[in-house]
């Protein structure tokens, strides 16, 4: 079935520096995906939309200039944190809409990111 | 934007027992509401979707129902299994397909 592939599952950083997430959708094709962050105990907050081929669309109070989002392909949206503070430290999830096959219209996420700043 | 409301303390609850899980939201009805599962430090995994112009849905041992009116969803878990504990989180779709507005998430502990 359609799966969507985070990688990497882990990543430490040093503060100032910036780290590079990648989210793929391995057989079925996405012109949008969504990247989402979610804290310990706390709800996935949306941060973007990642359209394929324009730009990203930020929600409100997400600096587009830190959280830098490229849709390279059909198949690649990749979420860049820079100059990382420790207050980034999260779990960033992305997820990507697969229209048909036969469960319907479904929306895979990807396994998550955990990013700690340190 | 919707506040999405679900019960923040965790529902424990013997095996083969039913689980309730409530979301409330409090403005627009969205054209459909989702649940998740997520297990801790894994992404959410789809469930079920229910559309406004449904009461109920059902898939195996879950239930889904929709009251547009009361802007509530509730969400079972009948002959509960400890292999169903985790959260359950509610998604409300937003302006466009696949952009969701997600609840806090209610942690569900099924003990043998």
């Known amino acids: 079935g359609a799966v969507v592939s985070q990688h990497p599952s882990w990543v430490i950083c040093k503060s100032g520096t910036s780290v590079k997430i990648e989210c793929r959708s391995l057989?079925?094709?996405?012109?949008?995906m969504f990247w989402y962050r979610q804290f310990p105990k706390q709800s996935l907050m949306l941060m973007a939309t990642?359209?394929?081929?324009?730009?990203?669309?930020?929600e409100q109070g997400v600096e587009k200039d830190k959280f830098l989002i490229n849709h390279a392909s059909l198949t690649l949206s990749t979420l860049t944190v820079t100059s990382a503070h420790p207050e980034d430290s999260s779990f960033y999830i992305c997820s990507a809409p697969f229209a048909g096959g036969t469960s319907g219209n479904t929306i895979y996420f990807g396994e998550g990111s955990w990013l700690t700043v340190v | 934007s919707q506040k999405i409301e679900q019960n923040s303390e965790a529902l424990n609850i013997q095996e083969g027992k039913t689980a309730t899980l409530t979301c409330n939201y409090t403005n627009y009805s969205p054209a459909y509401l989702q649940w998740y599962r997520q297990d801790p430090g894994r992404g959410p995994v789809f469930l079920l979707l229910?559309?406004?112009?449904?009461k109920e849905k059902r898939k195996e041992r879950l239930k889904v129902t929709f009251d547009t009116t009361l802007k509530q969803s509730l969400f079972h878990i009948t002959a509960s299994q400890p292999a169903d504990s985790a959260t359950y989180l509610c998604a409300l779709a937003t302006d466009s397909w696949g952009k969701l507005q997600f609840g806090a998430g209610t942690q569900v502990v099924v003990t043998p």
């Open positions: 057989d079925f094709q996405a012109t949008t």
């Open positions: 990642s359209n394929e081929g324009s730009k990203a669309t930020y």
């Open positions: 229910i559309r406004e112009n449904e």
